[in-house]
């Protein structure tokens, strides 16, 4: 049977869009699922069904339907999984590139949701169905850590440290030509592609605020090895954000350009790597830090970009 519970809209959250505002209530924790919840119709402010977009006040009555969990559709695959971390509350993983996170349309087998169901069936029903544990993603092709919660107060305490933006990330990508200065931020808003639904774009009014932090930490003939800190999390913010810069991620077959040097470096997939991820434990509070190392791919591209004569940046290996 789905329960519904009523969230009375708090001062703090006075001004928010609704499907803002909701992931404060238990059971919804990610704008993912208050999304889904709002779409599906299950969510009513003074009774009337309003788009996330709606604007809240303090004091309005939110009605919010959960409908009963439905059995996890994943099937349980004995796929290859390294763990970096793990205790009784969460794991951090280190995602291999071209693996999806989780089932999707034309992607139901081979997913890491896979690999996890064989190796940790207990995470069944820890967040939305077919996304057991699920707090964050990385793209298909981007390789790196990735956390897993494996009880719901881990899920929606991870979920809420990545909403105030108190989780600290750090990427590492090989970019297409001279990148200038040595260090900058990129403050431009994100939204999906006027003409092309499956990509994102820069977009000056109808984008959401993203801010990208970036480092040189060496530069190759016509490539350069940068580090990227997000403050946001956008949708392919950072490759939206480098290509804007007129300075593609090698490999991106969605916002590089022809010529970008992939094919030639043996290159079958976007040079972008989540090297660390620092957060607080959701239990103890301690602060964590889990790296990921370059993987093979990405070590071979930078032995061939420095063979061919590189030079590394002054400024530390962190953005």
């Known amino acids: ?67 009963a969990p439905e059995p996890l559709a994943v099937e349980p695959e004995a796929l290859p999984l390294v763990v970096l971390y793990e205790d009784g509350d969460l794991l951090a993983v280190d995602k291999p ?15 890491l ?56 990330k750090r990427y590492l990508a090989i970019v297409r030509g001279t990148l200038e200065p040595a260090a900058g931020t990129i403050d431009r808003p994100i939204g999906r592609h ?11 009014h109808r984008g959401r605020a993203a801010v990208t932090r970036w480092k040189v930490l060496e530069r190759f003939p016509g490539a350069t090895l940068v580090g990227l800190a997000p403050e946001t999390g956008r949708t392919h913010q950072l490759r939206v954000h480098l290509a804007a810069l007129g300075h593609p991620i090698l490999g991106d077959a969605v916002y590089g350009k022809k010529g970008a040097r992939s094919s030639d470096l043996g290159l079958a997939r976007q040079a972008l790597h989540a090297e660390e991820i620092r957060f607080a434990h959701p239990s103890s509070g301690e602060r964590l830090v889990v790296r990921s190392a370059l993987p093979a791919d990405l070590e071979s591209v930078l032995v061939r970009l420095r063979q061919a004569g590189g030079t590394a940046a002054k400024s530390p290996r962190s953005a």
Not at 20 to 41: E, M, W, Y
Not at 194 to 204: D, G, L, S, W
């Open 1 to 67: 049977m789905p329960a519904e519970i009523v969230l009375v809209v708090p001062p703090a959250a006075h001004g928010a869009r609704l499907d803002r505002a909701i992931t404060a209530a238990p059971g919804v924790g990610t704008r993912s699922r208050a999304k889904q919840l709002i779409d599906a119709g299950h969510v009513r402010v003074g009774g009337v069904r309003r788009k996330g977009a709606y604007v809240v006040a303090a004091g309005m009555r939110v009605a919010i339907e959960l409908p």
């Open 97 to 111: 590139p071209g693996m999806v996170v989780h089932p999707a349309p034309g992607a139901r087998r081979g997913t």
């Open 194 to 204: 006027p003409r092309e639904r499956k990509r994102m774009a820069v977009r000056t």
């Open 113 to 168: 949701v896979n690999a996890l169901a064989h190796r940790f069936g207990a995470l069944t029903g820890v967040g939305a169905p077919g996304r057991p544990g699920i707090v964050h993603r990385l793209d298909r092709d981007t390789s790196g850590v990735l956390l897993v919660a494996r009880t719901t107060a881990a899920l929606e305490s991870l979920a809420r440290q990545f909403r105030e933006r108190t989780i600290e």
